[in-house]
């Protein structure tokens, strides 16, 4: 069963337009949260994190918002540029265990 | 930021013949390495996380015998694939965090897509 989930395995957004990528967990002692982005042919990197004591954390024009009760976390992308387009797992951590969703791939359209 | 290089990154090899996959911390050291798999459409599952000088701890449902992992060096760790099957066919990625770092601190491999015919 999977405990870090991203529904839409895809998504595509106008250049310029907000990019709103989702992520469900189900395990309630998860108490820190990342954003990996991975382009073709190279491994994920980090991009941004938020700690469960938040409910927001910005770098930029990357904004993730983390709703504990919902057990939901979403990352923003504004203005989104064609740069953007990779495939982004969220992961959620507890302790030392890290676990993946199956990732969003993005695409930016120019 | 710091560098992952995981070898080879494709091989296709015949059913019942072992597979090596390297996976080296270019620019820092890593006491600890993780191995995981993704199968098409599904996340990234951790295999093992392996720890220099010792032995790698394997989650639940891995078979430690098949999927043999050496920590050798502070640089250097290897997955190999033992008497593949069709089955383990997948793509293997490794990663290795900075020694007292957190998650932000972890750097992955590019990733071996493994086919066994």
């Known amino acids: 069963d999977q405990q870090v989930k991203q529904n839409s395995p895809s998504l595509s957004v106008q250049e310029g337009r907000i990019s709103i990528l989702n992520c469900d967990y189900t395990?309630?002692?998860?108490?820190?949260f990342l954003w990996y982005k991975k382009y073709p042919a190279e491994g994920p990197t980090f991009l941004i994190s938020?700690?469960?004591?938040?409910d927001k954390n910005e770098d930029g024009r990357f904004t993730v918002f983390l709703n504990k009760s919902a057990k939901h976390l979403s990352l923003h992308i504004v203005p989104s540029q064609p740069g953007d387009s990779a495939v982004y797992f969220c992961a959620a951590s507890a302790g030392n265990m890290l676990t993946f969703g199956g990732g969003t791939r993005l695409m930016v359209k120019p | 930021g710091a560098v992952v290089s995981q070898h080879p990154s494709r091989v296709i090899c015949k059913s019942g013949t072992s597979v090596k996959i390297e996976c080296r911390s270019l620019?820092?050291?890593?006491?600890?390495m993780f191995w995981y798999r993704q199968f098409p459409k599904k996340s990234l599952m951790l295999m093992a996380t392996?720890?220099?000088?010792?032995?790698?701890?394997?989650e639940q449902g891995v078979e430690k015998d098949k999927f043999l992992i050496n920590h050798a060096s502070l640089t250097l760790s290897t997955l190999t694939v033992t008497s593949a099957h069709p089955e383990d066919s997948s793509f293997y990625i490794c990663?290795?965090?900075?020694?007292?770092?957190?998650?932000?601190?972890?750097?992955f491999g590019s990733g071996t897509q493994l086919s066994v015919l």
């Open positions: 395990n309630s002692m998860f108490d820190y």
């Open positions: 392996s720890n220099e000088g010792s032995k790698a701890t394997y």
């Open positions: 990663s290795a965090r900075v020694t007292g770092g957190m998650f932000e601190k972890l750097f």
């Open positions: 938020i700690s469960s004591i938040k």
């Open positions: 620019d820092f050291q890593a006491t600890t």
